[in-house]
């Protein structure tokens, strides 16, 4: 699977960005079918509390997304991107999100579980972690 991530993956205030939703979410939709996610994971990653928000997004096209989800959409993308370049095979790269990880940031659970506390850090943090990995 290919996406293009061009200019997704660094959160800005630019009024452009925000139309930007839509492509966001759908490459994240592509994403979160990649990693198996549930629909829960889905709206725990994006920070969304309601589904009937998320089905409504999802079918249009330009949604207007808040700043908070905006923000996360572009860590998880970046998080996607980071991955497929450190694991250029795709299957070991989308399976990474649930292995075990010892390293310090995640203390033998999953990125996955990291990234499922709910908190826009915990994000910043997986991406962080794969950018020093990248170097």
């Given at each position: 699977?290919?996406?293009?991530?061009?200019?997704?993956?660094?959160?800005?205030?630019?009024?452009?960005f925000a139309s930007a939703g839509g492509a966001g979410l759908r490459a994240f939709a592509n994403i979160a079918e990649a990693w198996g996610l549930s629909v829960a994971e889905q709206l725990k990653l994006?920070?969304?509390?309601?589904?009937?928000?998320?089905?409504?997004?999802?079918?249009?096209?330009?949604?207007?997304l808040s700043q908070d989800t905006l923000e996360r959409l572009s860590y998880l993308l970046g998080i996607y991107k980071s991955l497929q370049i450190l694991l250029p095979d795709t299957h070991a790269a989308d399976a990474w999100v649930r292995q075990p990880n010892s390293a310090a940031p995640f203390g033998g659970r999953s990125a996955l579980e990291r990234m499922l506390s709910g908190q826009v850090a915990d994000l910043y943090v997986v991406r962080q972690y794969l950018d020093a990995e990248r170097g």
């Open positions: 699977m290919s996406l293009n991530l061009a200019g997704l993956t660094q959160p800005t205030s630019h009024p452009d994006l920070g969304i509390p309601s589904r009937s928000t998320f089905f409504k997004w999802r079918r249009e096209r330009q949604p207007r």
